[in-house]
Structures are given as structure tokens and as C-alpha cells.
């Protein structure tokens, strides 16, 4: 019990709860229904992509394409939409996933197969996904609101037990990420590929393969993101949700992911999407102006890291004493 009041995770639930607090008290409004479920709603993107970084940095990776990654499938599934709005929802959402994870796997296989840096690779196809959003909108054009179907649109919306569409997505996400980390062979594997890559190897595990599965699944869930961020906003263009990669390195940083791998939990992960998420929109309702804005969110950040790389020394020493 002691160990779980010393994890990284009660420490986010603390910092989130002080700042919820604060915030009712200063604009009441913001702890309503509403308030809370448009929170959520804000939150479940960075969320899903949040654990999509987390999946690639358990293996001593990074994804830096995942925002150019969500313009570019939600320009493909914003321009069929348009061109055949008789298409059934779930094709569309399936041709997103589609074409995120046919774009995970070009990283998968050139970090994988070809042993390529993570970083120089995905900066690279960061600027090349981008670039092909751009051909694919015919010179940059904007899919507009009025160019989708009412059912693309009100999909992520569509409310099942007072609760969202969208928000069930990033539970359902949130839980099959638990299980396949937790309760699955790869998800395990994964995480001793980050751990020590040199041991992993020698005691047989596939390498190359698991580093392909991770970016695979790391772009397929990119690319729901891409449709639901269309679809949510009413818009797609080449510069969709351009630096938004960075916001996911420092949820999961926040969240005591690793950036060595091997050290990480989703809960993690997931507390330090909503901590990001819960102070870009607490700043506004209180009045402070957009340059506060920036500097107390950096200094947010750097505190949670600050607190959560304390929590991380005691896990590894815990781990050491058990082994």
C-alpha cells in the first residue's frame, strides 16, 4: 500500500485534483456536467495518441509523426467522405485505421528491419506525411464542414450513458492498451526489448519484429485519431494538429514514461494526457492571458517531471530488490 502512495500515479491524481479544485472555485462553471464532459471530450485525442507515444517509447523509440499522421489520413477520410457521402460510418473509420497503420508500419519496418534511428526516421516521414497531405488536398485546399456528411460529423458525439462517443473510444483504447502491456505475451516483450535489449535478445525474442509490431500500433491508433479529430472539428488541412507530436513526448513524459524504455504504465500515460489537457483548458476560464498561459503550463510540466522522475528512482530501486 505504501509503494502505491509513492507511485507516479498518485502524485498526477494529486496535482490534477489541486488544480480541478482551484479552478471551481475560481470559475465554478468549469465543475459542471458539462464542464467535465467537454474536458474529457478535449482530452480523449491526446489520450489515444498519447498512448500511441507510449507504446514506441517502451522500446527506446519515438514516434515524431504521429500528428502529420492524423492529417494526412483525416485529409484521405475527409475527401472520400465528400466524394461519396452515402459511405457507411465504420468503412470510413476503418479506412483511417487503414491507412494510419500502412503508415506505422513504413516507420515499423525502416526502425525494425533496416535499424534506422527512431528519430532521424520518423522526423523524416513527419515532413513526408505532411508533404502528401498537402498533394493529396490538391494544392492545400480545406475540407470544410460543409463538404462532410451530418453522420461523419455526429459520430464521435453520439451519447450512450451520458457519455460520448469519443470518451468511450479512448476508454475502450485506455483498457485494450492495459491488457495487451499486462496480460499479453508482445505487450511484455515489448517492454523488455526497452529494459535491456542485448538480454532480450539472447533469450530469443524477435526484435525487429516486436519494434514493427509497435509502430504498426502506434500508427493505427494515429489514425483513429485522424477521424475522429476531423470529425470533431469540422475540418481537415495540412497543417492539422502540426506540433501536436510534441504534446504526446510530454503527456508520457509527464505520465513517468521512460524516454530509455522499459519504464512506463498506461494509467501513467494516461494522467499526464489529462494533467496537459486539464490545464489548456482551466488557464482560459480563468481570465489568465495566452503568454501565462505558456509559462504556467511549461512550469506545470517540469514540476510533474520533476516529481515523477523521484517516483521513478524508487520503482527501479523496488525492481532492483526484487531481482
Given at each position: 500500500?505504501?509503494?502505491?502512495?509513492?507511485?507516479?500515479?498518485?502524485?498526477?491524481?494529486?496535482?490534477?485534483?489541486?488544480?480541478?479544485?482551484?479552478?471551481?472555485?475560481?470559475?465554478?462553471?468549469?465543475?459542471?456536467?458539462?464542464?467535465?464532459?467537454?474536458?474529457?471530450?478535449?482530452?480523449?485525442?491526446?489520450?489515444?495518441?498519447?498512448?500511441?507515444?507510449?507504446?514506441?517509447?517502451?522500446?527506446?523509440?519515438?514516434?515524431?509523426?504521429?500528428?502529420?499522421?492524423?492529417?494526412?489520413?483525416?485529409?484521405?477520410?475527409?475527401?472520400?467522405?465528400?466524394?461519396?457521402?452515402?459511405?457507411?460510418?465504420?468503412?470510413?473509420?476503418?479506412?483511417?485505421?487503414?491507412?494510419?497503420?500502412?503508415?506505422?508500419?513504413?516507420?515499423?519496418?525502416?526502425?525494425?528491419?533496416?535499424?534506422?534511428?527512431?528519430?532521424?526516421?520518423?522526423?523524416?516521414?513527419?515532413?513526408?506525411?505532411?508533404?502528401?497531405?498537402?498533394?493529396?488536398?490538391?494544392?492545400?485546399?480545406?475540407?470544410?464542414?460543409?463538404?462532410?456528411?451530418?453522420?461523419?460529423?455526429?459520430?464521435?458525439?453520439?451519447?450512450?450513458?451520458?457519455?460520448?462517443?469519443?470518451?468511450?473510444?479512448?476508454?475502450?483504447?485506455?483498457?485494450?492498451?492495459?491488457?495487451?502491456?499486462?496480460?499479453?505475451?508482445?505487450?511484455?516483450?515489448?517492454?523488455?526489448?526497452?529494459?535491456?535489449?542485448?538480454?532480450?535478445?539472447?533469450?530469443?525474442?524477435?526484435?525487429?519484429?516486436?519494434?514493427?509490431?509497435?509502430?504498426?500500433?502506434?500508427?493505427?491508433?494515429?489514425?483513429?485519431?485522424?477521424?475522429?479529430?476531423?470529425?470533431?472539428?469540422?475540418?481537415?488541412y495540412t497543417e492539422l494538429a502540426q506540433g501536436y507530436e510534441l504534446q504526446t513526448v510530454a503527456a508520457v513524459a509527464i505520465g513517468g514514461?521512460?524516454?530509455?524504455?522499459?519504464?512506463?504504465?498506461?494509467?501513467?500515460?494516461?494522467?499526464?494526457?489529462?494533467?496537459?489537457?486539464?490545464?489548456?483548458?482551466?488557464?482560459?476560464?480563468?481570465?489568465?492571458?495566452?503568454?501565462?498561459?505558456?509559462?504556467?503550463?511549461?512550469?506545470?510540466?517540469?514540476?510533474?517531471?520533476?516529481?515523477?522522475?523521484?517516483?521513478?528512482?524508487?520503482?527501479?530501486?523496488?525492481?532492483?530488490?526484487?531481482?
Amino acid at each position: 500500500m505504501r509503494q502505491k502512495f509513492k507511485s507516479r500515479e498518485f502524485y498526477l491524481l494529486i496535482i490534477i485534483a489541486a488544480i480541478v479544485a482551484v479552478t471551481g472555485c475560481i470559475t465554478p462553471s468549469f465543475l459542471t456536467a458539462s464542464g467535465i464532459s467537454s474536458l474529457f471530450e478535449d482530452s480523449s485525442i491526446l489520450i489515444i495518441l498519447s498512448l500511441a507515444q507510449m507504446i514506441v517509447m517502451l522500446t527506446g523509440g519515438i514516434d515524431l509523426s504521429l500528428a502529420s499522421n492524423i492529417a494526412l489520413t483525416g485529409m484521405v477520410v475527409g475527401k472520400v467522405c465528400h466524394s461519396h457521402p452515402d459511405s457507411p460510418i465504420l468503412l470510413l473509420v476503418f479506412l483511417a485505421v487503414f491507412v494510419g497503420l500502412l503508415l506505422g508500419m513504413f516507420n515499423g519496418f525502416l526502425i525494425g528491419y533496416l535499424k534506422l534511428p527512431p528519430l532521424v526516421v520518423t522526423l523524416g516521414t513527419m515532413n513526408a506525411y505532411r508533404g502528401l497531405t498537402f498533394i493529396i488536398s490538391n494544392g492545400g485546399q480545406w475540407i470544410k464542414s460543409q463538404d462532410l456528411t451530418e453522420k461523419f460529423l455526429n459520430f464521435p458525439h453520439i451519447s450512450f450513458l451520458g457519455i460520448s462517443m469519443i470518451i468511450w473510444i479512448a476508454i475502450f483504447v485506455g483498457i485494450f492498451m492495459y491488457i495487451f502491456l499486462n496480460k499479453m505475451r508482445l505487450g511484455r516483450e515489448i517492454y523488455s526489448i526497452g529494459n535491456n535489449v542485448l538480454a532480450s535478445e539472447y533469450v530469443g525474442l524477435k526484435i525487429s519484429r516486436n519494434i514493427f509490431y509497435a509502430y504498426c500500433l502506434s500508427g493505427l491508433l494515429a489514425g483513429l485519431c485522424g477521424y475522429l479529430w476531423v470529425a470533431r472539428f469540422a475540418v481537415a488541412y495540412t497543417e492539422l494538429a502540426q506540433g501536436y507530436e510534441l504534446q504526446t513526448v510530454a503527456a508520457v513524459a509527464i505520465g513517468g514514461i521512460s524516454n530509455l524504455g522499459g519504464i512506463g504504465t498506461v494509467p501513467g500515460a494516461i494522467l499526464g494526457a489529462l494533467l496537459l489537457s486539464l490545464i489548456a483548458n482551466a488557464l482560459p476560464s480563468m481570465g489568465i492571458s495566452p503568454f501565462w498561459q505558456l509559462a504556467i503550463s511549461g512550469a506545470a510540466i517540469i514540476i510533474a517531471v520533476i516529481i515523477n522522475s523521484r517516483s521513478n528512482k524508487t520503482l527501479v530501486s523496488y525492481i532492483v530488490k526484487k531481482v
